[in-house]
């Protein structure tokens, strides 16, 4: 089985301040994880992704985020929030399953939201 | 092409019509997944092919849903009988070959369905 739970459906930040966005998995198999952003009316972009290197993995646009395998968590930070950085955040688990072939499971999201 | 395109952009059709919506994948890219959006929510897997074969469609909704990759390079979601519970965006990824589960998916700016 595999499931990702995104903590925060919506996360305020004042521009400047720092950003925190958690996601924690579950997986049968060593998994994947990946953060995408999706900006209105734009397509899915990868901002980072863990496949079983370093656990403190760096991203796009100064995101990072860090794989804590005991706490099953995959939490996004960011040291300093800009105002283009108000978007959706996807958080996403993948693996393989029984069968051999991948399987890729989405978090409902977390809406940035960061004020001026 | 540079990346994974989707088309048309945007579908209106009146309930019980069939849809048919297409995704160009990137050149060279195996795998190829469908994922539904609904409004506020993150993607929905729905099926995943690897080249012309489709490995898993379990996330199709119904027996109106249909997909086929018959050349292993572009895809066509058919919805037949159109609901307006199949209001949605309807996104197409593709990636790399080799270990699937491992690499990340380039995503198509999606296809706007909605039945009115």
């Known amino acids: 089985a595999q499931s990702v739970t995104q903590l925060d459906s919506h996360v305020s930040v004042s521009e400047g301040t720092p950003v925190l966005l958690r996601c924690n998995y579950s997986s049968s198999y060593s998994p994947s994880l990946f953060w995408y952003v999706q900006h209105p009316n734009k397509g899915l972009q990868l901002l980072l992704k863990?496949?079983?290197?370093?656990?403190l993995v760096k991203g796009i646009n100064g995101f990072e985020a860090e794989f804590k395998k005991s706490e099953t968590s995959f939490h996004l930070t960011k040291p300093s929030a800009h105002m283009s950085d108000a978007a959706e955040y996807f958080c996403?688990?993948?693996?393989?399953?029984?069968?051999?072939?991948?399987?890729?499971?989405f978090g409902i999201g977390t809406k940035l939201q960061v004020i001026p | 092409g540079a990346g994974v395109s989707q088309s048309p952009r945007y579908k209106v059709a009146k309930r019980g019509q069939d849809v048919a919506l297409r995704c160009d994948p990137i050149s060279g890219h195996v795998s190829l997944f469908w994922y539904q959006q609904a409004l506020g929510q993150g993607p929905e897997f729905l099926t995943y092919f690897q080249n012309e074969a489709q490995l898993d469609k379990s996330g199709l909704p119904s027996d109106r849903f249909f997909a086929e990759r018959p050349e292993g390079s572009v895809s066509t979601l058919k919805i037949q009988r159109t609901q307006q519970e199949d209001s949605a965006v309807y996104l197409c990824?593709?990636?790399?070959?080799?270990?699937?589960?491992?690499?990340?998916?380039?995503f198509g700016p999606g296809t706007r369905l909605t039945v009115t």
């Open positions: 863990y496949t079983s290197a370093a656990t």
């Open positions: 996403v688990v993948s693996g393989r399953v029984s069968g051999g072939y991948q399987k890729v499971t």
């Open positions: 990824a593709s990636s790399l070959p080799g270990q699937v589960y491992s690499y990340e998916q380039y």
